[in-house]
């Protein structure tokens, strides 16, 4: 069955050190990964995504994430936390079935503290 | 642009009412989606518009629910009648339809309540 996988409910990191917000996915064929994030009371906005070449992807606000084929790994990474970064973080992969249905993981918590 | 619009953004409704959800996607987009998010479910796909046709309706809960899409600027989302298991928060979104974008542009929602 396909799936998403995102471990910790919650990430803890302080302002200025880098953060890791892990996903793992299950899917037949080459994989399409994504990354949203939601700020409260706001909608999902896009941050970066993986169809195919290099297996580091860099998106808005400073994220980057690395695709990792052997370990089915697409982490959420950034050098230097802010505060403004908190926020939740959704991870998602294209159904290998559909041209439009999403698999949704069920979101990390990022908190960022000054 | 003023990206995806949608109203209201908080609706309190009693037990076996009918309630309406609005939604103008971007211009020039033309698929558009339905989504519900709560706490215990994430984030469930109800429905799908490509060029205001709906392709898959799989994920509507029940017969309760209802989708329209009448033209490229306008979508609702009904639920008649409704029950407090329908408490959620409803989004939609929508992307332009080249293949293998899935940059999907999300309103902010309507946080339905359903005492």
């Known amino acids: 069955a396909q799936s998403v996988a995102q471990p910790e409910d919650q990430v803890n990191v302080a302002e200025g050190n880098p953060l890791t917000v892990k996903c793992t996915y299950s899917v037949s064929g080459n994989p399409y990964l994504f990354w949203y994030v939601q700020y409260p009371n706001r909608g999902l906005q896009f941050l970066l995504k993986y169809i195919t070449g290099d297996n580091l992807v860099k998106g808005s606000y400073g994220f980057e994430a690395e695709f990792n084929k052997s370990q089915t790994s697409f982490h959420l990474k950034k050098p230097s936390a802010l505060v403004s970064d908190s926020a939740l973080y959704f991870c998602?992969?294209?159904?290998?079935?559909?041209?439009?249905?999403?698999?949704w993981g069920a979101g990390t918590k990022l908190i960022i503290k000054p | 642009d003023a990206g995806v619009i949608q109203s209201p953004r908080h609706e309190v409704t009693e037990m076996g009412q009918e309630v309406t959800l609005r939604c103008k996607p971007i211009s020039g987009h033309n698929s558009l989606f339905w989504y519900r998010q709560t706490m215990m479910r994430g984030l469930e796909l109800l429905i799908y518009f490509n060029n205001n046709v709906p392709i898959d309706d799989s994920g509507m809960p029940e017969d309760r629910f209802s989708a329209k899409m009448p033209n490229a600027s306008f979508s609702t989302l009904k639920i008649q009648p409704s029950e407090p298991r329908d408490s959620a928060v409803y989004f939609c979104a929508s992307r332009q339809g080249q293949p293998n974008n899935e940059k999907l542009f999300f309103g902010s929602g309507t946080q339905l309540s359903v005492l």
């Open positions: 998602a992969v294209r159904d290998s079935h559909s041209n439009y249905q999403l698999i």
